[in-house]
């Protein structure tokens, strides 16, 4: 799919090309209304409805997140439905999903009590596990497996390569990013021993959350711009960022929900996957987000400084560079 970077629109025009794009679909007229989007989307509410605009890497994220919902859709896990996609006049792609019930995990977060943060940590962990055991093919990978597994292999040295390149472009906190990219370099050695269907910026961020009879569950799950097939290490990479307190209960009953289902990933690929992760960032927080520019540098020097703040619950590889 051709890849194309239109400028970005003004919210009033999007919601104006938007409006008229989903119209067919808006059987009862709803409005719609700017719910959120960070940097490289706008999303909308509209009913029952949620469409979502992308604005920068576009035809990927759609392409990413079109082929997730239309492989999703037998899945059972509490995932959006896929409704429509389509491209306004000025090039910009959206798509139109289903509305999930509940709220944003991140809006509720601070007001939950500790036991409800705890089962909610618990359902995530065997949520991401039931993602990563999804049996994939073809709609997901557009690849025969076989291949998908040296594409992926590929595509990751070549984007490691490139955020280093411009995280190389910033002067601010050389030594953080020096380790990172250590980091990325060192441990490519270790390979997972298997791909799995990965969502690729799971947190609370993109879980919904709701009270029933006074107990809190997950609803759903969603924003599948950056999944693929590929290292199960990468979303424990983001939960750890997501995560202010990796040694609290709750963090733990992620993990021990995870590893109840499917064996955690070895620490080596987490490290990795931080590294890229903080590279990343480099490239594009320094100028754009500064407080998360600072934060997901903070926890490089934390495991630089002291390796034992991870996890230990994640496992050493040992001698062989073959892992999970």
């Known amino acids: 799919m051709e890849e194309r970077e239109p400028g970005d629109p003004s919210t009033d025009i999007l919601l104006e090309g938007l409006t008229a794009a989903v119209a067919d679909y808006n059987a009862t007229g709803n409005a719609l209304v700017h719910i959120g989007g960070y940097l490289s989307s706008a999303v909308f509410s509209c009913g029952d409805l949620i469409v979502k605009c992308f604005l920068h890497s576009a035809d990927k994220k759609l392409a990413r997140e079109y082929r997730a919902y239309d492989f999703l859709s037998g899945s059972g896990l509490p995932v959006p439905a896929l409704v429509a996609s ?6 910009q792609p959206w798509i139109l999903i289903t ?18 943060r705890i089962d909610l940590y618990q359902q995530a962990g065997t949520l991401l596990a039931k993602l990563h055991l999804l049996p994939v093919d073809e709609r997901h990978t557009e690849l025969p497996q076989s291949d998908a597994v040296a594409k992926y292999l590929e595509l990751l040295a070549v984007r490691l390569e490139r955020y280093a390149r411009e995280a190389a472009l910033i002067d601010d906190r050389a030594m953080s990013r020096a380790q990172a990219l250590a980091w990325t370099v060192d441990l490519q050695r ?37 999944c693929e097939y590929g290292d199960p290490a990468a979303d424990f990479g983001r939960m750890l960022v997501a995560t202010e307190d990796w040694n609290s209960e709750e963090f733990s009953s992620f993990l021990d929900a995870y590893a109840a289902v499917l064996p955690l990933p070895a620490r080596e690929r987490v490290l990795l996957h931080l590294g890229a992760i903080a590279l990343d960032a480099a490239s594009w ?14 926890i490089v020097d934390r495991v630089g ?9 994640f496992p050493h590889t040992g001698a062989s560079p073959d892992l999970m």
């Open 86 to 91: 389509g491209r306004l006049n000025a090039g």
């Open 190 to 226: 270790y390979t997972p021993r298997q791909l799995r269907f990965t969502h690729g910026d799971f947190s609370m961020r993109n879980l919904m959350l709701r009270e029933i009879d006074g107990a809190w569950e997950i609803s759903g799950l969603f924003d599948f711009e950056h």
């Open 305 to 313: 400084a002291d390796p034992k703040a991870l996890p230990a619950r």
């Open 99 to 116: 509305r999930l019930p509940g709220q944003v995990g991140i809006d509720l977060w601070k007001t939950l009590t500790t036991r409800a």
């Open 285 to 298: 927080a320094y100028d754009k987000d500064q407080a998360y520019y600072k934060a997901i540098l903070d």
